[in-house]
């Protein structure tokens, strides 16, 4: 009979507890402090979305600009100018002696 009544007792409080417990999260669930955690956890939630979006797009960015960079290098390069060769320049020493034998000598 003892038994019975400690057994009795245990789930009274156990009861109690339940209820207690129940009261207090109908409370925190109901007080407008929760609410706005509640709010600022879902804008969160979307903004981190929008971080993790744009971070994917700079993989994208990052190879582009990557090109861009090789690019401007290259174009910065100095050329480099190869020697004529001797054909180009026999046609230039043509030119100065086909000009020299068509002039006219003054008379005098």
């Keep these: 009979m003892v038994l019975r009544m400690a057994k009795a007792r245990q789930k009274d409080i156990l009861n109690r507890l339940a209820d207690a417990g129940e009261e207090a999260f ?31 797009g700079l993989d994208a960015l990052e190879r582009r600009v990557a090109q861009l960079e090789k690019q401007v290098a290259d174009l910065q390069k100095p050329k480099t100018t ?25 008379s005098g």
């Design 26 to 56: 109908s409370r925190v669930a109901g007080s407008q402090t929760t609410s706005r955690l509640v709010e600022g956890m879902t804008g969160l939630r979307e903004r981190m979305d929008d971080v993790q979006r744009k971070i994917r």
């Design 82 to 106: 190869r020697a004529r060769s001797s054909s180009s320049g026999s046609s230039a020493a043509r030119k100065r002696t086909t000009g020299s034998s068509t002039r006219k000598k003054p």
